[in-house]
């Protein structure tokens, strides 16, 4: 379970978080969507402290960290429970997709190498990479870069995967197989987080939808009532510029 209550994010005297209240149950697909710079990328990295919290607290599974006080220990806690895919992959270019992998297994869990690069070959399998183990970031498509910056989240056995805009650096025919490792992940109830422009994702995995605009959760719920049924202004005003380009 994940729960942020009052989460805010000043940069100087500018507001990009205004008291975020949010519970993630164990198991659920939250998708956030709204206008860009509205603080949606921001709330996701204030959760696992690449941005430093302005107030509030963070609470994933059993711990409750308030952003105030939190110490170095609280913070490792927090990025142990946590996976976050970034937007332009992020792996280490002079590791393979096998020890970009395992990675986190050896430095952060202290596992044995032959038992990390054994899990990791499991997880390129369940990727469908499994011919891509020594294969090296600079040889492989922007689709199967992604998928190993995934695969690397599912490594980490984390209580919720962060997803911020892991398609909006990929070519057209390389995001549906993005997508499609998501689905994936969907269908096994591992809890996402995800900021995405992708509707069609939103409608057909979230259990529910969030719009944000001006560092406020304006509205949620059920992606159909979201979608078809919008309450406030700017949840109409948005869909309907954004479905224009990317319909659902």
């Not at 008291?19 to 993630?24: E, F, K, M, N, R």
């Not at 709330?43 to 963070?58: A, D, H, M, S």
């Not at 939103?202 to 939808?209: K, L, M, P, S, T």
Request: net charge neutral; proline share 4%; aromatic share 6%.
């Amino acid at each position: 379970m994940i729960k942020l209550a009052s989460l805010s994010k000043y940069f100087g005297e500018t507001v990009v978080l205004d008291g975020i209240d949010l519970t993630i149950e164990k198991g659920e697909i939250v998708v956030i969507i709204g206008p860009s710079g509205t603080g949606k990328s921001t709330l996701l990295r204030c959760i696992n402290f690449l941005e430093q919290p302005t107030g509030g607290t963070i609470t994933v599974g059993d711990l409750t960290v308030d952003v105030k006080r939190a110490s170095r220990a609280d913070i490792l806690s927090l990025r142990r429970q946590t996976a976050f895919v970034f937007q332009n992959y992020a792996l280490f270019a002079n590791k393979s997709a096998l020890e970009n992998i395992a990675e986190r297994l050896l430095v952060v869990d202290k596992w044995p190498k032959e038992k990390a690069h054994q899990k990791a070959r499991e997880i390129l399998g369940k990727i469908g990479l499994a011919e891509k183990a020594d294969a090296y970031p600079a040889s492989m498509s922007g689709g199967q870069q992604q998928r190993v910056a995934i695969g690397r989240a599912m490594a980490a056995g984390a209580e919720v995967i962060l997803f911020d805009e892991p398609t909006s650096s990929l070519d057209p025919e390389w995001v549906e197989e993005v997508l499609g490792l998501m689905k994936q992940l969907a269908a096994e109830r591992q809890t996402m987080l995800v900021v995405t422009h992708e509707m069609s994702f939103a409608r057909d995995v979230a259990d529910r939808v969030i719009f944000v605009d001006g560092g406020h959760i304006v509205e949620q719920g059920p992606p159909s009532e979201i979608f078809q049924n919008p309450k406030d202004p700017r949840t109409k005003d948005f869909l309907k510029k954004i479905l224009a380009t990317n319909p659902v």
